[in-house]
C-alpha cells in the first residue's frame, strides 16, 4: 500500500501552493479590511484578474476537458489543489470551469452557455432547493407547463448561491407532476435573467450570501432544456455529487492554516510566565484537531480516488463531506479558544472561518442527509462494511 503522492500530483499541488501564497494570501489583510467595512472582499473583476494570472500558470479548468482548454485533472489531484485553495480565506477559485452538469448542453447551447462560463464572461448558479423542499429536494413545486413551443415556469427558488449575480440559472422544475420529480417528472432549464426571473439577497452568517430567485410566468423557449425532458432531478443529483470531495478537500486546507496558527500562537503566547503549549490543555486540543484533520484527509482522498477509479463514489463521498465538514467546525472552534479574544476579533480570520464553515454541515447534503446515505447503504447492503478492501 502507498500513500505517497506520485511526482506530478506533488508538483500540481506545488506550484497551486506557489500560486495562492504569492497571488492570494498577500490580498488577505485588505479583505479583512473591506468585510469589517461590510464591503465585498473580492470584486468580480479581481477575481478574474486573478484567474487570468493563475491561468498564466497553467490553471485553467480543474474539471474541465481538455477539448474545451482545460486540465480535466483527476479527481485526487482536484482535491490536493481545493485544499490549497482552502488555505486561504480569500474567496478564489480557479477560473475556466463550468458547472459539471453544463457539458449536458447540445452544440447550440454550448455557444450560448457552456463555452462563456468557461471563458467566465458569463456566471451560473444552480437553483434546486425551495422555500418547502430541501433535503427533501424530490419534493420541490416550481412548475414548467408546456405552451406552444415554450415552457412558462412559475415558483420560486431560495438560496441559490451567487443567485444575485448569476448572466442565467440552471433550473431545475416539475414538467410533469403525476409522474414526481425522482421519477422522471422534473426537467433542468437554461434561463437567461432576461426571460425575467428576479432575485433577492438573502442575509446570512456568512460573508456574501445566496439569493431567492422568483420565477412569475418566465417564458422559455424548448430549446433551453438541458440534456433530457424528464432528466432534470438526476442532472440536479449529479451537480450535488461533485461538491461531496471538493467541500471537504476545502474544508482541510481551512483546518491545516487554523491549525498552523494555533500552533505558532501556543508557542508564542505566555500565560503565568511560560507558553500555553506548556499547559495540557492547549496540547490536547491541538493533538484532537491533527487527529482529526488526518482522518478526514484520508477519507477524502479515499473518496476522490473512488471517483477516479470509476467505482460509485456516493459512500465514500458521504463520509468525506460528514466527517470532513464536522472536522472543520471542531478544529476552527478549538482554534479560536486557543487564541481566547483575539480569536473572537475581526483582526483575525478565526471568527470569519467560524461563520463561514458552519454553513459546510448544511449546504449540498446536511449532516443528517450524509448519515441517511451512509447507513441506508449498510442496511440494505449496497455497500459492504471495510469499504474497497473489503
Ligand atoms: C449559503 C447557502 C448556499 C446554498 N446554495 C445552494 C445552491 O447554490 N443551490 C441550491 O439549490 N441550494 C443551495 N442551498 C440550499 C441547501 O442545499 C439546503 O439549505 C440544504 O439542502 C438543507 O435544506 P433546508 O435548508 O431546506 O433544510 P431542511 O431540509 O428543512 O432540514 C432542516 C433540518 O432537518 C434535518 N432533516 C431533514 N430531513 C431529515 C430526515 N429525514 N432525517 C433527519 N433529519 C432531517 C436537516 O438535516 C436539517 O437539520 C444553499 C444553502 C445555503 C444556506
Known amino acids: 500500500m502507498d500513500?505517497?503522492?506520485?511526482?506530478?500530483?506533488?508538483?500540481?499541488?506545488?506550484?497551486?501552493?506557489?500560486?495562492?501564497?504569492?497571488?492570494?494570501?498577500?490580498?488577505?489583510q485588505e479583505l479583512l479590511r473591506r468585510e469589517r467595512a461590510?464591503?465585498?472582499?473580492?470584486?468580480?473583476?479581481?477575481?478574474?484578474?486573478?484567474?487570468?494570472?493563475?491561468?498564466?500558470?497553467?490553471?485553467?479548468?480543474?474539471?474541465t476537458p481538455e477539448e474545451y482548454g482545460g486540465m480535466d485533472l483527476p479527481a485526487v489531484t482536484q482535491s490536493l489543489i481545493w485544499t490549497e485553495i482552502g488555505r486561504s480565506f480569500v474567496p478564489f477559485?480557479?477560473?475556466?470551469?463550468?458547472?459539471?452538469?453544463?457539458?449536458?448542453?447540445?452544440?447550440?447551447?454550448?455557444?450560448?452557455?457552456?463555452l462563456p462560463t468557461i471563458e467566465g464572461e458569463r456566471f451560473s448558479c444552480f437553483a434546486i432547493t425551495e422555500p418547502g423542499a430541501g433535503s427533501d429536494a424530490a419534493n420541490i413545486k416550481l412548475?414548467?407547463?408546456?405552451?406552444?413551443?415554450?415552457?412558462?415556469?412559475?415558483?420560486?427558488?431560495?438560496?441559490?448561491?451567487?443567485?444575485?449575480?448569476?448572466?442565467?440559472?440552471?433550473?431545475?422544475?416539475?414538467t410533469d407532476p403525476e409522474k414526481g420529480a425522482r421519477r422522471g417528472g422534473a426537467t433542468a432549464f437554461l434561463v437567461d435573467r432576461e426571460m425575467g426571473w428576479r432575485s433577492e439577497f438573502i442575509q446570512t452568517m456568512g460573508e456574501g450570501g445566496p439569493a431567492s430567485l422568483v420565477f412569475d410566468d418566465v417564458r422559455v423557449p424548448e430549446r433551453n432544456i438541458l440534456g433530457e425532458l424528464g432528466q432534470g432531478f438526476t442532472l440536479g443529483m449529479e451537480w450535488i455529487g461533485k461538491g461531496?470531495?471538493?467541500?471537504?478537500?476545502h474544508a482541510l486546507g481551512i483546518a491545516e492554516r487554523a491549525l498552523g496558527m494555533a500552533i505558532a500562537y501556543a508557542n508564542t503566547r505566555e500565560t503565568f510566565g511560560r507558553p500555553i503549549g506548556e499547559n495540557q490543555a492547549i496540547q490536547w486540543m491541538i493533538a484532537d484537531s491533527e487527529t482529526e484533520l488526518e482522518a478526514a484527509r484520508w477519507l477524502i482522498l479515499r473518496a476522490a480516488w473512488t471517483v477516479d477509479q470509476g467505482m460509485d463514489p456516493r459512500h465514500a463521498s458521504s463520509m468525506a463531506k460528514l466527517y470532513g465538514a464536522g472536522m472543520v467546525n471542531r478544529v476552527v472552534d478549538?482554534?479560536?479558544?486557543?487564541?481566547?479574544?483575539?480569536?473572537?476579533?475581526?483582526?483575525?480570520?478565526?471568527?470569519?472561518?467560524?461563520?463561514?464553515?458552519?454553513?459546510?454541515r448544511i449546504f449540498e447534503g446536511t449532516d443528517e442527509m450524509q448519515r441517511l446515505i451512509i447507513s441506508r447503504d449498510l442496511l440494505r447492503g449496497y455497500t459492504k462494511l471495510g469499504g474497497h478492501l473489503a
Open 3 to 28: 500513500f505517497a503522492l506520485s511526482d506530478e500530483q506533488r508538483a500540481i499541488r506545488d506550484t497551486a501552493r506557489d500560486f495562492i501564497t504569492r497571488e492570494v494570501v498577500p490580498l488577505e
Open 38 to 63: 461590510h464591503r465585498p472582499g473580492l470584486e468580480r473583476g479581481e477575481l478574474r484578474e486573478l484567474q487570468l494570472k493563475a491561468r498564466k500558470f497553467g490553471f485553467w479548468g480543474l474539471a
Open 93 to 114: 477559485r480557479f477560473g475556466g470551469e463550468a458547472d459539471n452538469i453544463l457539458f449536458y448542453c447540445n452544440e447550440e447551447q454550448k455557444r450560448e452557455f457552456l
Open 143 to 174: 412548475s414548467a407547463r408546456r405552451d406552444g413551443g415554450d415552457w412558462v415556469l412559475n415558483g420560486e427558488k431560495t438560496f441559490i448561491t451567487g443567485g444575485n449575480e448569476a448572466d442565467f440559472a440552471i433550473v431545475i422544475a416539475v
Open 244 to 249: 461531496r470531495y471538493t467541500i471537504p478537500s
Open 334 to 360: 478549538r482554534v479560536m479558544q486557543i487564541h481566547g479574544g483575539m480569536g473572537y476579533t475581526r483582526e483575525l480570520p478565526i471568527e470569519r472561518w467560524y461563520r463561514q464553515v458552519r454553513l459546510y
